[in-house]
Each structure stands twice: as C-alpha cells, then as structure tokens.
C-alpha cells in the first residue's frame, strides 16, 4: 500500500506499519508524484477538483476507486465550510461516473463519527478494448 500525504508527520505515523510506503508530497503544488498505476485508490476527506484527471489515469484497468469527502451542507455543521471544498450536489457521480462503473453512490448526511454531509462513490474502471458499456463490465 502507498500512502501520501503533504503532512510528513503522517509518514511518521506509518513508520513500522508492515506493508505501507509513505510519500510525502504535496498534490495541489507539485507534479503528481507517481508514475506506476494502483489497482486500487481510497480517498478520504480530501477534494482537490484538478487531480479527477490523475487519479482516474493512476487507476489500473478494473482497478477499483472509493472516494469519499464533504459535501455541500456541511458548512451547517462545522468544518470544511468553504465552498471550494464542498462538493455540489452529484459532484462525484457526474466527474466520475461517466469513466467508471458506479458500484455505489451515496449523497447526504451522516451522523457518525460526526455529523457532516458527505458524498461516497465506489467505481470500477472498465477493462480495456471492452466492448461492454462501463455500467456492465464484469467485476
């Protein structure tokens, strides 16, 4: 697993956990950091609209992709509230969706761990040279 972030304290967090390679860069300033592709990419309360592009060319033919971050709304309910950082309503579906298979989509509020609005999306990539539509690939 490869895990980044600008923070180079979370790579201190890291160290010793088995099978984790930490990269400190910063996504929003710097070229993106990776060459190779990822069968797999998770991420989490972080937006950064420029890097959709990046992220869907990092991901491996049916690779597997689960973002989830904030979401218009949350602004009611603390931070992140600056809009720049909130996602409109079916952000994630129509940046995404039209690339991948949606597996899962999910707009709204949640109370736990704390209330917040969020939206969720787990999307595969289609094979390549598929001749299936991207909504029926094979998983």
Same mark, same amino acid.
């Given at each position: 697993m490869t895990a980044v972030d600008r923070d180079p304290g979370c790579g201190a967090a890291l160290r010793g956990v088995h099978n984790v390679d930490f990269v400190c860069a910063d996504l929003e300033?710097?070229?993106? *950091? !990776?060459? =190779? @592709?990822? &069968?797999?990419? @998770? @991420?989490?309360?972080? %937006?950064?609209?420029? $890097?959709? #592009?990046?992220?869907?060319?990092a991901l491996a033919p /049916? #690779? %597997?992709?689960?973002? /989830?971050?904030?979401?218009? #709304?949350? /602004?009611? !309910? #603390?931070?992140? =509230?600056?809009?720049?950082? %909130?996602?409109?309503?079916? /952000?994630? $579906? &129509?940046? %995404?969706?039209?690339?991948l298979r949606v597996l899962a989509f999910e707009d709204g509020y949640v109370a736990s761990p704390k209330p917040a609005m969020i939206q969720r999306i787990a999307a595969r990539k289609s094979p390549p040279g598929? =001749?299936?539509?991207? &909504?029926?690939? *094979?998983?």
């Open positions: 300033a710097a070229p993106w *950091p !990776f060459t =190779s @592709v990822f &069968d797999a990419i @998770v @991420v989490t309360n972080y %937006l950064h609209r420029p $890097l959709a #592009g990046a992220l869907l060319a /049916e #690779g %597997l992709l689960i973002y /989830e971050t904030f979401a218009a #709304g949350n /602004e009611a !309910f #603390g931070r992140p =509230s600056n809009p720049d950082y %909130l996602l409109a309503p079916r /952000e994630l $579906l &129509d940046t %995404l969706g039209a690339e598929s =001749s299936l539509p991207a &909504d029926l690939c *094979p998983l």
